[in-house]
């Protein structure tokens, strides 16, 4: 049988949890900007899936993910990434998110690059009492009738 207290205790602590939540993204933000992959490599899973956007259709493992990264440091001289609007879904030692995010920064050449809005949905898991991200996946709208990404959204 639940007590108020218990439920009380679950609350606190998923709300606890919804916080720390936040932060691990704010971490991959942190991490991003410093274009440091091994910061990144402790926010994920060592077999993340992530669905990016660019192919292939999946990319599986943390080397993998952090290869994906990379190609964006051999690019950009500094980056900023934004995310906004997150919302989370935490359960006891699982969670699902969704948040608007946003590459820009600027590119070694010179150029400053606005970046787009994606999408951006995240699958968390708690392991050891931390939430790693195990599953993350970017899309851009499709314009149906064109077959083409529509890049200039924003939320």
């Known amino acids: 049988m639940t007590t108020p207290n218990d439920s009380r205790s ?8 919804e916080i720390e939540l936040r932060r691990q993204i704010d971490r991959v933000v942190e991490g991003l900007r410093a274009k440091d992959l091994e910061a990144l490599r402790q ?13 292939p259709l999946q990319h599986v493992g943390i080397a ?27 359960g006891d030692d699982v969670a699902f998110g969704h948040a608007f995010a946003r590459l820009r920064g600027t590119l070694k050449n010179g150029v400053v690059a606005s970046g787009m809005w994606v999408r951006v949905t995240y699958g968390m898991r708690k392991i050891d009492g931390a939430w790693l991200i195990a599953h993350d996946q970017v899309s851009v ?11 200039d959204l924003e939320p």
């Open 10 to 17: 679950r609350t606190d602590r998923l709300a606890a949890d």
């Open 43 to 55: 926010l994920y899973t060592t077999d993340v899936v992530s669905f990016d956007v660019e192919p």
């Open 64 to 90: 993998a993910k952090l290869e994906n990264w990379a190609k964006v440091f051999l690019v950009f001289a500094s980056v900023i990434y934004e995310v906004r609007d997150p919302a989370f879904t935490v």
């Open 141 to 151: 709208p499709l314009d149906i009738a064109t077959g083409k990404g529509v890049v």
